[in-house]
């Protein structure tokens, strides 16, 4: 298993965030988290990524724990992240953000004395063309449209070439066409990586949803299964009833 | 937005500062106080382009960057102080013999020789920022709050500056400087001289900022000043960016306030009050922050203005700075630069339309 977590659980100011008994992922798994608004899927994220201190519970990245360490240290063991809210840096061209992003030493000497190499442009290039930003290359990342921005964040992540990717609302704001095409990339990306996705739109889900979808519910593992499985539990069904993602009964 | 570096600018500014002001101070048009006085300006410009990396690019608020550029001025004057009381056979500066000082302070020792001073003017407020980064930065203060702290810094090192018991001069400062290594600080010449080395010096404190701006760790700077949080899930160690260039920042102050002295003739606590604090980081703001040359011409106008009002409405000064920095705040937020970039875009609109396309 390339990450195992164990006894998890954060709490914001008495209220339990997220009380997560088990969750495992193998190597080159893709991993769709579903669950109704507050559920504590970000939460997740954010304890695995060190934006979030977790209360108690244990991670384990390739057997070693991950809790505790600081952010740079848990990029720097290969889990990159995508943000629910696009975060890239608006101040920079999206050339520039993507320059940042990729792989390379990322100490005070070396980027001062950086010099960039046909090797990284190549790389970059090619990121870029996946994700359709080669026509705003030299455009300011703040002043990308949202569907961009969530694009040029993939981008970045994918730069960052980490063995896990934690991808939060990918399709969130985009067109349904722009949500198909974010399907495949996943999906293409899904087998150099492992990658757990978090998302809303069903549709999508079914789409990127080839192994196994996890179901949080109040900060609890409802269950795990399929796709169809997950679909036509009646526990997930009725939570979602009654709340805003009437998505279920639809498909 | 790429601006294209058009090198009109560079030649126009060298041509006036390094050829015509110097012409015209040869050919008697322009007295040597008027070269004395760019002359400092030139060194409030060194410690601006310093505050704009701290600021203008890293986002990071400091209000200790006059302490810094205190912290040069005053070893050279120690240094200065010594010589000239060495000249005269007296075995103490003045002030101490009033204070009742026997015997030079351990402190004073090194500034006897020109190359400790030189080495410590930059050492302490290198050493100092680098302390006061780490604190600040490991502890993730950030904002409004970094900015209560340096200045409170920068207050209580105002304070200690005051006391006599500090032996440095206490109100008064240190003054009445003869010599420096041997040359006649009140002759003509020197001040050219100084002057010449300043404005070379703040070319070189140019190059040296554009070169890190332009690098990439430049542009970890401004995605620092953008998201904080982002860049280090990208694997960037923010307090060690921060660290390096607050204390590059610190440098640039206390090299200016090295050649600022000489040009002076007195440094008092005065120098680093709240008051100069805050007017340091307004010639950035007005200039026009994230950019250097903002900067530089924020530092040079707005002493210049300030020399012009002084003397047309002594009182004014201040509430015409306030005016200046509201209306920049609420109309122009990239200040002149920013002002000088917009009016250039809406003239060229139009004839640039298709260059502005980048394929
Ligand atoms: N930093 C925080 N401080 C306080 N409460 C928080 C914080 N972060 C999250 N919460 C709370 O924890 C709960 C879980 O939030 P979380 O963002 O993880 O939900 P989510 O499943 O991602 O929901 P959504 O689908 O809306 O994104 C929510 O009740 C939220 O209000
Ligand atoms: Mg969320």
């Known amino acids: 298993m390339l990450l195992n977590v164990n006894n998890l659980s954060v709490s914001f100011g008495g209220v339990h965030a997220l009380n997560l008994d088990h969750f495992s992922l193998r190597d080159k798994e893709l991993r769709v988290i579903i669950g109704p608004n507050g559920a504590g899927k970000s939460t997740f994220l954010d304890i695995i990524c060190g934006k979030t201190k977790a209360d108690k519970g244990e991670i384990l990245f390739n057997g070693k724990a991950v809790t505790g360490k600081t952010e740079v240290a848990i990029a720097e063991m290969g889990i990159g992240r995508k943000f629910q809210k696009p975060s890239v840096f608006p101040g920079l061209t999206v050339h520039d953000n993507l320059l940042l992003a990729a ?28 994700l359709s930003l080669t026509t705003v290359m030299y455009k300011m990342a703040g002043d990308l449209s949202h569907g961009q921005k969530q694009w040029l964040e993939i981008a970045i992540v994918v730069l960052q070439d980490p063995t896990l990717m934690l991808i939060d609302e990918p399709a969130a704001g985009m067109s349904d066409e722009e949500t198909e095409k974010t399907g495949a990339l996943l999906l293409e990306l899904s087998k150099a990586h492992s990658i757990i996705v978090i998302e809303h739109d069903m549709k999508f889900v079914e789409q990127i949803a080839r ?16 796709f169809a499985e997950v679909k036509n539990d009646q526990r997930v069904i009725d939570c979602y009833l009654g709340r805003t993602n009437a998505q279920l009964e639809t498909l | 937005m790429k601006t294209k570096n058009n090198p009109l600018y560079y030649i126009l500014f060298i041509a006036i500062f390094a050829i015509l002001l110097p012409a015209g101070y040869m050919s008697g048009l322009i007295s040597v106080n008027t070269i004395s006085v760019w002359g400092r300006y030139f060194c409030f410009a060194i410690a601006a382009l310093g505050i704009d990396l701290i600021w203008g690019y890293t986002g990071i608020l400091s209000m200790c960057q006059a302490f810094f550029f205190c912290l040069g001025s005053y070893g050279i004057a120690m240094h200065l102080l010594l010589k000239k009381t060495m000249a005269t056979g007296a075995v103490l500066p003045d002030f101490m013999a009033w204070n009742k000082i026997e015997t030079l302070p351990l402190f004073w020792q090194p500034f006897q020789s020109f190359g400790w001073t030189l080495l410590l003017c930059l050492l302490v407020p290198a050493l100092i920022a680098f302390a006061a980064g780490f604190v600040l930065f490991r502890s993730r203060i950030k904002g409004v709050y970094m900015a209560i702290i340096t200045q409170a810094l920068t207050l209580a090192m105002w304070l200690l500056f005051l006391r006599n018991e500090t032996n440095l001069g206490g109100t008064n400062g240190l003054t009445d400087f003869k010599t420096l290594l041997g040359y006649d600080l009140s002759s003509s010449s020197v001040k050219l001289g100084l002057y010449m080395i300043s404005f070379t010096m703040l070319c070189a404190a140019y190059f040296g900022c554009y070169r890190i701006t332009h690098s990439k760790f430049g542009k970890v700077l401004q995605a620092i000043r953008d998201s904080e949080s982002r860049i280090s899930y990208a ?6 960016y921060k660290l390096a260039i607050f204390v590059v920042a610190a440098l640039l102050a206390a ?54 009002c002084t003397s047309l409405f002594p009182d004014s000064w201040l ?10 705040v609420l109309y122009f937020d990239k200040g002149f630069m920013g002002l000088a970039n917009s009016i250039k875009q809406r003239f060229s609109t139009g004839s640039f339309k298709t260059s502005q396309t980048p394929l």
């Open chain 2, 319 to 328: 509430f015409i700075l306030g005016f200046l920095f509201v209306i920049t």
């Open chain 1, 211 to 226: 192994e196994l979808v996890t179901v949080l519910v109040r900060g609890k593992r409802l269950m795990e299964g399929t």
């Open chain 1, 103 to 130: 792989k390379m030493k990322k100490d005070i000497f070396s980027s001062l004395f950086f010099k960039p190499t046909a090797a990284l442009a190549d790389r970059i290039h090619a990121v870029a063309t996946k």
């Open chain 2, 235 to 240: 694997a960037y160690k923010v307090v060690d």
């Open chain 2, 255 to 308: 090299v200016g306030g090295m050649l600022y002295l000489p040009q002076t003739g007195i440094i008092t606590p005065g120098r680093m009050d709240v008051k100069a604090s805050v007017e340091m980081v307004m010639w950035v703001a007005l200039g026009g922050r994230g950019n250097l040359k903002g900067a530089v011409i924020g530092a040079l106008l707005v002493n210049f203005l300030y020399s012009v």
